[in-house]
């Protein structure tokens, strides 16, 4: 008999937004595995051809992603479930989501749940539920996939603190600022600091011209008396 709650849920949903097109609640599933899941499809931080695996906790357990150009399928298995037949189950879903949906169709889609009447993920993880049935060189390798797992997962701590990737965006893009008005007050102070010295400059040659003056007039003057007298 397969263990229950190794495939806990599944979703297919559009990369751009997170809009979740099918989704499939197995034995296991929770309400915090569908938020986690929910918060990772949304962050807008996903790219095209990005595949992930991350370890959440015992009670949610693993999660694992693979996005195409248009659209992302991602699963929560339980946290022993291997790496290897998780992938599988992935491409076995999409091998179905390209027969039987188009991108235009993905891209065009205004509400969630849209294509929830293709069976293609109940069947894909009813299938998978029992790993031994589906790979049994998969299953003597399950500790080995564990391990690995578990490494990826050190990847993205932020899920184990609670903290969302719209929130290390938000840093990211508080320092980028702080580093354009850095800058920018740079630059002020730089063209305050000529203009100062110019001014100084333009005084103390001034002064200069001043200072000759005083000096040459009284010669220049008391020269030309002298010639007129001579």
């Known amino acids: ?23 499939f609640k197995g034995r296991g ?6 938020e986690t899941t929910n918060k990772v499809l949304k962050s807008g931080n996903l790219k095209p051809k990005a595949q992930l695996t991350v370890t959440i906790d015992q009670t949610i357990g693993t999660l694992h992603l693979a996005a195409g150009d248009v659209d992302v399928i991602a699963v929560i298995t339980s946290p022993d479930y291997p790496r290897r037949s ?14 039987s949906i188009t991108p235009e169709e993905v891209t065009r889609a205004t509400k969630a749940g849209e294509h929830a009447k293709h069976a293609f993920l109940r ?9 031994a ?7 003597v390798g399950a500790q080995v996939d564990e391990v690995k797992a578990v490494m990826e997962g050190n990847i993205n701590k932020m899920l184990d603190n609670a903290e969302t990737v719209n929130a290390v965006e938000d840093k990211s893009e508080l320092l980028r600022a702080g580093a354009q ?11 305050m600091m000529w203009w100062r010295l110019f001014k100084i400059k333009l005084i103390f040659g001034t002064l200069v011209l001043v200072v000759l003056g005083y000096i040459l007039i009284p010669i220049i003057i008391e020269q030309t008396a002298k010639d007129d007298d001579a």
């Open 1 to 23: 008999m397969a263990a229950e709650g190794n495939i806990r849920f599944a979703v297919f949903a559009r990369l751009s937004d997170g809009l979740a097109l099918a989704t």
């Open 123 to 131: 069947e894909a993880c009813l299938r998978f539920e029992d790993v």
């Open 181 to 191: 008005q850095f800058q920018k007050r740079s630059d002020h102070v730089r063209r």
């Open 133 to 139: 049935e589906v790979d049994k060189i998969t299953a």
């Open 86 to 99: 998780a992938f599988q189950l992935l491409e076995e879903i999409r091998a179905k989501v390209d027969g």
């Open 29 to 34: 599933a929770t309400a915090s595995a569908v």
